[in-house]
DNA sequence: GCGACAG
DNA sequence: ATCTTGTCGC
């Protein structure tokens, strides 16, 4: 059985190297495969469910914004955590910390995961599945940024990115019917055989005709959820906008926060 | 050297 | 990520 690893948490100060290695140990310990307690299949209709007696499980969406300096640079990341139930808010937290590292591709926990861990250590109900902004599996490592805060918590996450890191698709992902979705296979960069499924592209959207797309949603899962599951579990939570409900919310929120932060 | 690169 | 109103198309 896991257990939470606050020793892995992403440290900004190890080198690159040290954080390449790190990474590499997180996929190891992390687990691509369904791992938890609730019945994903009832996510969709909450009023049934709870119909039926099935209780919801608490699921929490993560997205940052950045507060940027008197001289213009951006030197706190703010971090915002919503957590649902059964489709309904039930805790909004927030958290901002100092920005130690830039951004670099592959690298993003380093830089946003203090933050994220800050605010979810402020949220007073238990994240039974966690949704993040970013890649979980789909990382040149198999360590995104879903995978590394699942595994440092240890509890059930998904990667939802709005771009594909790396990677490739088994099909074109052009124009994809809404509901469908596209299998993404490890290539050259990723730490993976050849062809290994890291992940999905999902289409939880799509205008109806013409000339006019939506882009898939590059969706893979984080730690013990796998990727057949991430994906539908992120197509039941997409109800009216293109990205899952509670990613939605904290992506809201965080602009909200950053928003009164500079008022 | 060239290309690729979540947020 | 961020700077940002209107605007093209359904």
């Known amino acids: 059985m896991s257990q939470p690893r606050p020793d892995l948490a992403p440290d900004p100060g190890l080198s690159r190297a040290e954080m ?153 992902t052009d124009d994809l019917p809404a509901g469908s979705r596209v299998a993404i296979e490890a290539n050259t960069r990723v730490d993976a055989p050849d062809g290994t499924l890291i992940g999905y592209a999902v289409q939880t959207r799509q205008y109806d005709s013409p000339n006019r797309h939506i882009n898939p949603l590059y969706v893979s899962s984080g730690h013990r959820v796998g990727s057949e599951t991430a994906a539908e579990i992120v197509l039941e939570l997409a109800t009216s906008y293109k990205l899952p409900e509670p990613v939605r919310l904290a992506d809201t929120y965080a602009d909200e926060a950053k928003r009164e932060f500079n008022q």
């Open 20 to 172: 390449e290695t790190l990474q590499r140990d997180i996929a190891d310990i992390a687990v691509f495969e369904d791992d938890f307690a609730f019945d994903p299949d009832a996510l969709s209709n909450p009023l049934a469910a709870a119909a039926s007696g099935d209780e919801q499980p608490i699921i929490v969406g993560v997205d940052q914004s950045f507060l940027t300096n008197a001289d213009g640079e951006q030197d706190r990341a703010l971090s915002a955590v919503v957590a649902t139930r059964g489709g309904e808010v039930i805790e909004r937290v927030h958290a901002v910390t100092g920005l130690e590292i830039p951004y670099i591709p592959g690298l993003l926990s380093f830089r946003e995961g203090g933050p994220i861990l800050a605010a979810l250590e402020e949220l007073s109900v238990d994240p039974e599945l966690i949704l993040f902004d970013g890649s979980g599996r789909i990382h040149f490592r198999q360590a995104g940024i879903a995978t590394h805060m699942g595994v440092v918590r240890d509890v059930p996450s998904i990667g939802v990115a709005k771009s594909l890191l790396c990677g490739r698709p088994r099909e074109d």
